[in-house]
């Protein structure tokens, strides 16, 4: 009887559907209008475009979620094994253009609003960017999201919803300033709160041990409770009805936060504490490199690892009954070690939860984890003094030295008694302040190490876990970082993506990009070139618009677009670009005026954040400003030299700077670039490179031969070799000129920049400016005698984009899920 009512009842549900929203002009603009009145709360006769952005994608939210439950129910129902991303941070973006582009209907969206009188780009422009994340890390992730759905994977990622996101750049008379990003001010359309999707986090406490049915259990009683609440965000694939889900855990005070406190009568003091839980997520931190030993920070951690590993444990539950299945159904993967608290978690649910033995809940553990590491040097790996992590996590301290002693006595089995290997390998470290050492951790328990490119992985292999190499060889493995040709070309450069559609007579490269390669046989079609050449023009008009507008700097289109665009670090070498700026500037005011018809006009540009507390990063960006300043109010240079920083580099800023840039520049030390993803968005918009032979720019220098970029500065072998040798009085003469002028006063802050020059002085110059400053100088005489041969530096564009095939976040995907997380895809019918 109950059977019957509940299929009348779904019957009615069913009859009651009008089918899937249409996406006809049509329909779209009255939907757009609906929700302008009933979403937005204006009135269809009145509303602005920020209004009109908000009903427009509330639209597009509509047609997500469609998909999104469809992929959903379809999951479910087929029951693969599935991928849970673990990341502490997304760099998302703005999500708009790339929905309205992924679900195919940009046209008929583009359509609907002009009859509105309304164009999408100019509402597009009104988003704001989800910037849950720093840098490379985050914005790869993005990356992986779009692929893992483009690619009909059963993925899930799951992430912290920060309040604040990555702080504002301001920029007041050159000096960095950092704003909050209270990003979700104006509201979010695109997520969906699930008021209902919570969990109880618990922290502090004291863990007892309880007799029951005659075993002995451990058993955490938390000293404070906070509850996890559920925000998802869809995520459309391209060309598949595919959606998936990025699930971001946010900070509520629980209900059983301070009950006591209630019924004492201090009942103000207890709701004003009560907003206590809410810091946790809070804010995201801005640092690129690890930050260690913070109390929040590894509250943060664990409060996303329980919610996450609450919510994947009951999805398991509501289809399996039995764990030993678990690591046929469920891949997690450690997006560096800043989740491998996952570890110690899971082992606690397994074993104090679900009362596993130790040994079969281990065995479970280690075939359910990958770990990829994107660290270079062990100084930047991941501790937590072992005091925090026991006050906080008391149970999670107990059962990682277990994990440590089993890890301690196997390992001198196959070993010995080799205590300084031993003690190396171990996952606690000793001395005045004991550590948890999370990389350690990971790579004990995961089966599969992932560095993000080959030269990383040699790295990795050789010196910064050469012991666990040699243990373990098998599970040492690469998976070249990529990017997403859907965002940086389709999105970002419509023009491009157009033109290499019509000459590749398909658009199937926005989901293949090895097609593209298919742009050679066009290499040296003057119609192709007059075409390609429109394309770079029109993208360099929007930027100049741009810089103007944020700088008041005019620029001259015929000079060459010279950009790095990147978070400022010393190993990435910003302060050798400003240098070789000023030796530019400085041969410029010393030549007759013959020799300057000769100098190839640039206009510099540089973008970047520095991390609130990198003093010296906060230096090269002032020494940036100042030398702009007397370069481009310097009449006698006028358009033979320009320097722009551009303020608050983001995605969005990427998007407009990347397909406008002819020449970009990566100059990290060689071997200090674990990855470096942003040269393969450069080269995805036919800019060329110039770099040093670090991190994937050794294999994009495989796949487009050494002819095709201009490549510098000492090799990883030699850069080893150098800092051996110690301090060689070797440094060209330019060098010590310009840095002699920055250190007089030439630009001013005479002593403000002293402690910056400090860093690059002889025998004291780690990163090695002062030596790769000679090769640096002829790479860019070789960029510059290529630009004023327009067919040549056409040829090498293109070639660029052909060659950046292999550089999409499709082929990492793909790799990591046949060779890593042993999934297959669960495609959504239509
Ligand atoms: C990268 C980080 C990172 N490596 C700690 N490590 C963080 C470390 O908040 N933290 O504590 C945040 C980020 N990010 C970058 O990853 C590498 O420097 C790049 O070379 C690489 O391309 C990128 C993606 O693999």
């Known amino acids: 009887e109950?059977?019957?009512?509940?299929?009348?009842?779904?019957?009615?549900?069913?009859?009651?559907?009008?089918?899937?929203?249409?996406?006809?002009?049509l329909s779209l603009q009255k939907d757009i209008l609906n929700h302008v009145?009933?979403?937005?709360?204006?009135?269809?006769?009145?509303?602005?475009?920020?209004?009109?952005?908000?009903?427009?994608?509330?639209?597009?939210?509509d047609r997500l979620i469609e998909r999104w439950h469809d992929t959903h129910i379809y999951v479910k129902r087929t029951k693969p094994k599935r991928l849970y991303f673990l990341s502490l941070e997304f760099l998302m973006g703005r999500s708009l253009s790339n929905s309205v582009i992924n679900l195919g209907i940009?046209?008929?969206?583009?359509?609907?609003?002009?009859?509105?009188?309304?164009?999408?780009?100019?509402?597009?422009?009104?988003?704001?960017?989800?910037?849950?994340g720093n840098g490379g890390l985050a914005r790869l992730s993005a990356c992986q999201m779009d692929s893992l759905a483009t690619l009909d994977y059963p993925a899930w990622g799951y992430g912290l919803r920060y309040e604040y996101g990555l702080f504002r750049q301001v920029i007041v008379d050159g000096f960095q300033h950092e704003q909050p990003d209270y990003w979700l001010n104006f509201g979010n359309p695109w997520e969906i709160e699930r008021i209902h999707v919570t969990y109880e986090v618990k922290f502090y406490g004291t863990v007892e041990e309880v007799d029951m049915n005659g075993e002995k259990h451990k058993v955490w009683v938390p000293g404070e409770t906070v509850e996890a609440v559920a925000y998802d965000n869809p995520i459309p694939g391209y060309g598949t009805r595919n959606t998936i889900n990025l699930r971001l855990w946010a900070a509520k005070p629980s209900n059983q936060f301070d009950l006591e406190a209630y019924?004492?009568?201090?009942?103000?003091?207890?709701?004003?504490?009560?907003?206590?839980?809410?810091?946790?997520?809070?804010?995201?931190?801005?640092?690129?490199?690890?930050?260690?030993?913070?109390?929040?920070?590894?509250?943060?951690?664990?409060?996303?690892?329980?919610?996450?590993l609450q919510d994947i444990i009951r999805r398991f539950k509501e289809a399996?009954?039995?764990?030993?299945?678990?690591?046929?159904?469920?891949?997690?993967?450690?997006?560096?070690t800043h989740p491998s608290l996952s570890i110690a978690e899971i082992m606690r649910i397994l074993v104090d939860e679900e009362h596993l033995g130790w040994n079969k809940a281990w065995d479970i553990a280690c075939k359910v984890f990958s770990f990829t590491t994107h660290t270079v040097v062990a100084e930047g790996l991941e501790k937590i003094p072992v005091d925090l992590l026991g006050s906080l996590l008391p149970r999670h301290l107990q059962i990682l030295y277990e994990i440590n002693f089993n890890f301690m006595e196997e390992l001198k089995k196959r070993i010995g008694l080799d205590y300084n290997r031993l003690s190396r390998m171990s996952i606690v470290e000793e001395g005045a302040v004991k550590n948890i050492r999370m990389a350690n951790l990971s790579i004990v328990c995961s089966h599969t190490v992932n560095g993000v490119s080959k030269l990383h992985l040699d790295t990795l292999k050789m010196r910064t876990?050469?012991?666990f190499y040699e243990l373990w060889p098998e599970k040492f493995q690469f998976k070249t970082n990529g990017v997403t040709q859907r965002r940086w070309i389709v999105v970002s450069n419509p023009s491009l993506c157009a033109l290499i559609s019509k000459w590749l007579g398909t658009e199937a490269w926005i989901r293949n990009a090895d097609l593209l390669t298919g742009l050679r046989d066009h290499v040296?079609?003057?119609?192709?070139?007059?075409?390609?050449?429109?394309?770079?023009?029109?993208?360099?008009?929007?930027?100049?618009?741009?810089?103007?507008?944020?700088?008041?700097?005019?620029?001259?289109?015929?000079?060459?677009?010279?950009?790095?665009?990147?978070?400022?670090?010393e190993y990435k070498r910003q302060l050798l670009n400003i240098l070789g700026i000023i030796h530019r500037y400085d041969c410029i005011k010393n030549m007759d005026k013959n020799d300057r018809k000769k100098v190839v006009p640039r206009v510099c540009i540089i973008g970047g954040k520095a991390a609130p507390g990198y003093e010296i990063a906060k230096k090269i960006i002032k020494l940036c400003h100042a030398v702009a300043e007397k370069i481009n109010n310097d009449t006698d240079i006028g358009d033979l030299l320009k320097l722009v920083f551009i303020p608050d580099y983001n995605v969005s800023v990427a998007e407009l700077v990347i397909p406008g840039a002819d020449l970009s520049q990566h100059l990290s030390t060689a071997g200090h670039e674990a990855s470096g993803t942003g040269s393969m968005k450069f080269l995805m918009n036919g800019c060329l490179l110039l770099a040093t032979a670090d991190g994937s720019t050794v294999e994009i220098i495989e796949e487009m031969g050494l002819d095709n970029l201009f490549l510098f500065g000492a090799k990883v072998q030699e850069v080893a070799e150098l800092r051996e040798k110690g301090p060689t009085l070797k440094v060209p003469l330019q060098f010590a000129r310009v840095l002699r002028m920055v250190r007089d006063g030439y630009f001013g802050h005479k002593d403000y920049f002293k402690s910056l020059c400090d860093t690059v002085e002889i025998g004291n110059d780690f990163y090695l400016l002062g030596h790769d400053f000679g090769s640096y100088l002829e790479a860019q005489a070789a960029a510059d005698k290529a630009f004023v041969e327009p067919e040549k530096w056409m040829r090498m564009s293109i070639l660029s984009v052909a060659g950046s095939g292999r550089f999409s976040s499709d082929r990492t995907i793909?790799?990591?899920?046949?060779?890593?997380?042993?999934?297959?895809?669960?495609r959504c019918p239509l």
């Open 2 to 25: 109950a059977v019957g009512e509940r299929g009348a009842k779904a019957e009615r549900m069913f009859s009651l559907m009008d089918g899937f929203l249409k996406n006809d002009p």
């Open 37 to 61: 009145e009933y979403t937005v709360a204006r009135s269809r006769f009145s509303f602005d475009d920020f209004e009109a952005y908000q009903a427009l994608s509330h639209s597009v939210r």
């Open 106 to 132: 940009q046209d008929q969206y583009a359509e609907a609003l002009n009859q509105l009188g309304f164009e999408f780009e100019v509402l597009a422009e009104q988003e704001g960017d989800a910037a849950l």
């Open 263 to 308: 019924n004492t009568g201090d009942y103000i003091n207890s709701v004003v504490n009560r907003q206590r839980a809410e810091t946790i997520s809070n804010v995201l931190y801005p640092d690129d490199r690890s930050h260690q030993g913070k109390e929040l920070r590894l509250k943060q951690q664990y409060f996303f690892v329980s919610a996450s």
């Open 320 to 336: 399996h009954s039995n764990f030993d299945e678990l690591p046929d159904k469920v891949a997690l993967h450690l997006n560096d």
């Open 465 to 467: 876990f050469k012991d």
């Open 524 to 569: 040296d079609n003057t119609d192709f070139h007059q075409e390609w050449r429109m394309v770079k023009k029109v993208n360099k008009m929007r930027l100049a618009e741009y810089i103007e507008a944020m700088s008041g700097v005019k620029v001259s289109l015929d000079a060459m677009f010279d950009v790095q665009v990147k978070r400022i670090h």
């Open 814 to 826: 793909q790799e990591y899920a046949e060779r890593t997380w042993k999934i297959d895809p669960c």
